[in-house]
């Protein structure tokens, strides 16, 4: 019979070292700028909807696309939406992710999405691999929504 020890603080040590199988990767969020705005979040009410004149001039246009811009200075890996409704409310919501060959991934489409007073809406969206958007675009309104009033900001994720 082998008598075989190892001293106490060996093992402990051997027990604590870090896994890279279990090690949790950090991430960084960071505000994005809403564009023809200033800062990050933008709160509407839905306004009307469009409405084309003979001419080809828009007599109205309606305010349910907003865009954020997305800093070239580093790679992000997903992005968040979040929209809130103080007084809740219905909305059409969709979100894209806007890429420079003119393609857009849709990674949100619900028609009559109904907001809960104080309950955000997240909405999570992926780059396509080895491409980086440009813009992210939320398309909140609707016909049947008009006057109902959301905040929204978006986020981009890295690590």
């Known amino acids: 019979m082998l008598n075989f020890s190892l001293p106490i603080g060996f093992l402990t040590l051997i027990s604590l070292w870090p896994n890279p199988n279990l090690l949790a990767r950090a991430e960084t969020c ?6 023809g705005g200033q800062g990050s979040e933008v709160t509407k009410s839905v306004s ?9 001039i828009d007599i109205t246009r309606n ?15 997903r992005f968040v939406a979040t929209i809130t409704a103080p007084g809740g409310g ?3 919501i969709k979100m894209y992710l806007k890429y420079n060959d003119g393609t857009t991934g849709e990674f949100f489409n619900t028609a009559g999405a109904r907001l809960q007073p104080g309950q955000p809406l ?5 780059n396509r691999p080895g491409d980086e958007p440009y813009q992210v675009n939320l398309f909140i309104g609707g016909v049947n929504y008009f ?5 929204a900001s978006v986020v981009g994720c890295y690590r």
């Open 90 to 92: 219905s909305f059409d």
């Open 147 to 151: 006057g109902n009033t959301y905040t």
């Open 30 to 35: 960071i505000p994005l700028p809403v564009l």
């Open 122 to 126: 997240v909405i999570k969206a992926e």
């Open 63 to 77: 305010n349910w696309n907003t865009d954020w811009a997305v800093p070239t200075d580093r790679r992000f890996d």
């Open 48 to 56: 009307q909807p469009t409405i084309p004149s003979p001419l080809g």
